[in-house]
């Protein structure tokens, strides 16, 4: 059974930084894209980063560019998401997805328990 974890969320102030892990417990080839996601409540999930494992090519939502960056460490199956500069706005619950189609349809095989992130202005 492959499990997917989350890390690192938690209360930050507007301006604060956090830094979100993912660790699989297993991991294939064929899981080319892995992705950082967030729900806020009343709002639809969007994807706000997703990585290319073999090479590291990196995508971003335009409401995260140059604050978030998102990296991985295929050592040890993890891919992490470094955010700063954060603001009130990025307050959800952050899933990280691993086997995501090279599509932003927000398809992927394994998704994680989510973890929380709370900004405080």
């Known amino acids: 059974q492959v499990q997917l974890v989350e890390s690192g969320g938690g209360s930050v102030q507007a301006g604060g930084s956090l830094r979100l892990s993912c660790a699989a417990s297993?991991?294939?080839?064929?899981?080319?894209?892995w992705g950082w996601f967030r729900q806020a409540p009343g709002k639809e999930r969007e994807e706000v980063a997703r990585i290319f494992m073999n090479i590291g090519t990196t995508n971003y939502a335009d409401s995260v560019k140059g604050r978030f960056t998102i990296s991985r460490d295929n050592a040890v199956n993890t891919v992490y998401l470094q955010m700063n500069s954060l603001k009130p706005e990025d307050t959800a619950m952050y899933y990280c997805?691993?086997?995501?189609?090279?599509?932003?349809?927000?398809?992927?095989?394994?998704w994680g328990q989510g973890t929380q992130v709370t900004v405080s202005s």
């Open positions: 297993t991991y294939t080839h064929a899981w080319k894209y």
């Open positions: 997805a691993a086997g995501c189609l090279p599509t932003h349809s927000g398809v992927c095989d394994y």
